[in-house]
């Protein structure tokens, strides 16, 4: 059974349609990520689920309880936001031990084990009489952190909880959510636009846009196989290179046109196209599928390249052809001495290649 259910999700924020018809489940155990860009309507799902926010339609689930009319305080959830939300006037003892307080189920005891437990493994254990307004941004977020531990919710939810933190800080507390959530093994949903964040938590990453979900799955799938035009151009960074195209048959397969060249395309494709039938496409290129051609390659693309952009391991390349601006991505030592100005053939691994209809915008293969 799922753990955590939204069924038909239906939001409207003044004549906004801030979340329009939004399911999915998360189960036990899983880590899920919503991710989109700024306004897609993240917070408001996550506000909805932890009863925040009540929904115009649509309904929550966590495990066997339909929770949509409950208050917050019933639902049992585990929450961690941005703004930490913590009580200024207390002390990170009693911030943490606030929610076990509030409840009055658990014993005195019990809950001074919790927090201490909790403050030891988030390094806070010298700081539990500290008041909160001493503490830096970090240690703020820990202290939060450490409220959620302390409790046995049924589900986590966290939005956006490290965009205040430095690098280094974000790295650490990204490996205490994820140790916080495989030891309470609860349906968690993470709330971010970084799609490195997104990638490297989520067991599942729902991609989001104007309130609706574009795509659900594992990070790899959603970077190999992004299911229509939005998501192809979101994910990655650089995101895939979308072109428009024309499909051509060729000896049993197919090739698309674009950029003057005649890309193949893979021969498994070719009963789909075949039945598909239209010509114009959109084609989708995977930045990290180009490979450098030979003179004469009828299936390379040629440009002047523009920029060329060293990173840690790889460098990115943007070349420029006659109607498009295209990203590559090599490993380090791969593009040679290129320097802008450079003139560049590029071939591409069928591999890296996905084809979208040119109206619906969707994923063809
Ligand atoms: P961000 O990453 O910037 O926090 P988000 O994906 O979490 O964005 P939401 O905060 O859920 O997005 O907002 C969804 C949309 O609803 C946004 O376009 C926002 O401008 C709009 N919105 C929020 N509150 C209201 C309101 N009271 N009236 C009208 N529109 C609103």
Redesign the pocket.
Known sequence: MPSLEVRGLVKR????L??DDLSFTVDDGEFFV?L????????????IICGLEQPDAGEVVVGDRVVTSLPSRERNLGMVFQEYGLYPSMDVFGNMAYGLQARGRTPKDEIERRVRAAADRLDLGALLTSPITDLSGGEQQRVALGRAMVKDADAYLF??PLSNLDPKLRYRLRRDILALHREKKRPSVY?T?DQTEAFAMGDVVAV?AN?RVQQIGPPEELVERPANVFVAGFVGSPPMNLLSARLAATDGSYVAHSQNAALPLPPAWTPTLREYGKEQVTLGIRPDAWVRASDGDEAAVVGEVADVEPLIGETVVRLRTADATLAAIFHAGEEGDLTPGDTLRMGVAPEGLRLFDHDSEQALV
């Open positions: 924020l003044g004549d906004h801030a979340v919503l989109g860009p700024s306004g897609c309507g993240k917070t408001t799902t996550l506000r939005d956006e709330v636009h989001l309130g």
